[in-house]
């Protein structure tokens, strides 16, 4: 693989079932984010990890959680999906240093009906 | 609060030169990016400005201006594939990137 992938592509959900979306980057960046997208708004930061084995809350972290056990991978789970994280899920990556550059993987389509 | 603002949607001929603004207001702040989204794809990095003043890359140029919290994207000779929304984003003083919700530009022929 080569950049930042995601899985799955896209998911329809019933509420109340736990999902995980998973990402994984062969770039050996420190740093990795997940964000959603809705029309009309910006993305937004849900979790992130400065380094493997750390993480911290966005700004919309509630429902969600993450693990960060190695470099490569971090996962995102929702524990029981609410329709209101209906959204694309978009995973990013940067080195954390220079100009600290996100690099985002092709995005996850959720609906949660 | 932090906050950027950005027009939703503009509409620009091929072959035109078009303007994208972008005001911002964060706790503190680490540069200011660019980034394009073309339908139903991941965003892809355009540019970061940390320093007042123009940073030209090919087509594209970006502007920065820390006194006045603005930044604006210049896009010349504008192609139809440009169509696209443009995300502007400012690093707050924690490194994390706040977004505005994207301009769509639209390029008629």
């Known amino acids: 693989i080569a950049g930042i992938t995601q899985a799955p592509t896209s998911q329809i959900l019933a509420a109340g079932r736990r999902m995980t979306l998973r990402c994984t980057q062969d770039?050996?960046?420190?740093?990795m984010y997940w964000y959603r997208q809705d029309l009309g708004l910006g993305l937004r930061l849900i979790h992130y990890s400065n380094t493997a084995g750390t993480t911290g809350k966005g700004e919309v972290p509630d429902g969600y959680s993450v693990s960060r056990a190695n470099t490569d991978d971090f996962p995102l789970t929702l524990a029981s999906a609410v329709p209101s994280q209906t959204s694309v899920y978009f995973c990013a990556s940067s080195d954390g240093r220079d100009n600290n550059e996100q690099f985002f993987g092709p995005g996850t389509r959720l609906t949660v009906l | 609060g932090q906050n950027i603002d950005q027009p939703t949607e503009m509409t620009a001929t091929e072959g035109a030169i078009v303007q994208i603004n972008c005001t911002y207001q964060?706790?503190?702040?680490?540069?200011l990016f660019w980034y394009q989204q073309h339908a139903g794809e991941a965003p892809t990095f355009l540019s970061y400005n940390v320093l007042d003043g123009l940073e030209e890359k090919g087509r594209f140029s970006s502007f920065l201006s820390r006194s006045k919290g603005y930044s604006y994207l210049l896009l010349k000779e504008l192609q139809m594939k440009d169509s696209a929304s443009y995300l502007c984003a400012a690093m707050d003083s924690n490194y994390q990137l706040i977004w505005g919700a994207g301009t769509k530009l639209i390029i008629k022929p």
């Open positions: 770039m050996r960046h420190n740093a």
């Open positions: 964060t706790s503190g702040f680490n540069g």
